[in-house]
């Protein structure tokens, strides 16, 4: 799967933010699909259903193939902070699963009534520390699988068990994706999925997020990236995918992203590093026989200054040379 995660078109479309490729405006998916891609990761919160449902629609007429991800979240959850929709707040973990099981079949049948053809979910979006509200909130604790595997991982386990036997009561074939950030510390990984096998969750795919100019990892060429994917889908027997990744054509930036501007060796932030980037990387994983696919994060997104220098769109909504560059036939 050469995918995309563009889950801002509909805001970004309702404040007519343009895209222009070749001199001429036109829809981003379509740029997209033209491109190579063939994959949308798709962002469902339990208050966005209906708007993800049209884009996935829309997605799909392009082209692509829909990868549900359920965040089991009202709004954004990842890394740091995974809270429970507020409307699960009051409810125990044996009332949260019940819950979650409901919300999952619900969601999978109005993918399935919209005509989309997803047999590939996502549960949950960085979980390494937990998910919708069962989550690790001290950092020190973070730091220890031990802790993490008695306090946290089987409440964790509980919870996307429970979603992924709601999806399964829609489509008893689906497969599902179990998405961790920390790529580079292997030995943690291993725990975290090994814990969630133990209690019972179905991890048919390892999904990764993948930012090597983000602070969090000083390891920024693809060899140790691949070494680590190659360690884990041998260890699980099972593929991997690569569900965010992007590389910024600057390194001036805003926001919570602003220091993620450490260049990986030989690509330096510009728009033709960024380019020669997308094309290395792509073909990397094309040649590794354990990688499903890969999603870049937020393409679209060069409306805002926060993620600007990572969309393969400039300021004034102008294809960059890295859109070119999904195009890995």
Do not use: K
């Given at each position: 799967m050469n995918g995309i995660d563009a889950n801002y078109l509909p805001e970004l479309r309702a404040r007519d933010v343009p895209w222009r490729?070749?001199?001429?405006?036109?829809?981003?998916?379509?740029?997209?699909?033209?491109r190579g891609v063939n994959a949308f990761r798709l962002r469902l919160w339990t208050t966005n259903t209906e708007t993800a449902l049209t884009l996935a629609t829309q997605a799909q007429q392009a082209g692509m193939t829909v990868l549900p991800v359920l965040f089991l979240s009202d709004n954004w959850a990842d890394y740091v902070k995974q809270p429970v929709p507020a409307e699960w707040q009051d409810s125990d973990l044996t009332g949260k699963c019940g819950t979650v099981a409901g919300y999952a079949a619900r969601t999978a049948?109005?993918?399935?009534?919209?005509?989309?053809?997803?047999?590939?979910?996502?549960?949950?979006n960085e979980i390494d520390f937990g998910i919708c509200g069962e989550f690790e909130e001290r950092w020190e604790r973070r730091v220890s699988p031990d802790w993490l595997r008695q306090?946290?991982?089987?409440r964790a386990a509980a919870i996307i068990a429970a979603a992924q036997q709601g999806v399964?009561?829609?489509?008893?074939?689906?497969?599902?994706?179990?998405?961790?950030?920390q790529w580079w510390n292997v030995p943690f990984?291993?725990?975290?999925?090994?814990?969630?096998?133990?209690?019972?969750?179905?991890?048919?795919?390892?999904?990764?997020s993948y930012y090597p100019t983000a602070p969090m990892s000083e390891q920024r060429d693809f060899s140790s990236f691949f070494a680590s994917t190659d360690t884990l889908a041998a260890a699980f027997n099972c593929p991997v995918i690569i569900c965010e990744y992007a590389y910024p054509a600057s390194a001036e930036m805003g926001g919570q992203f602003s220091d993620w501007n450490h260049a990986a060796p030989g690509y330096p932030l510009t728009p033709e590093g960024q380019a020669r980037w997308l094309k290395d990387f792509l073909v990397a994983c094309r040649a590794d026989a354990h990688i499903a696919g890969a999603f870049y994060w937020s393409p679209e997104w060069h409306a805002d200054e926060m993620w600007r220098a990572f969309a393969l769109f400039d300021e004034r909504g102008n294809a960059r040379p890295a859109l070119s560059s999904l195009d890995n036939q």
């Open positions: 490729t070749n001199g001429y405006d036109g829809d981003p998916l379509a740029a997209f699909a033209q049948i109005a993918l399935r009534e919209r005509g989309i053809r997803a047999n590939l979910y996502a549960i949950g306090e946290v991982w089987p399964r009561t829609v489509n008893p074939a689906a497969r599902f994706v179990i998405h961790l950030t990984c291993r725990a975290m999925l090994s814990a969630l096998r133990e209690h019972g969750v179905q991890v048919d795919v390892i999904g990764l």
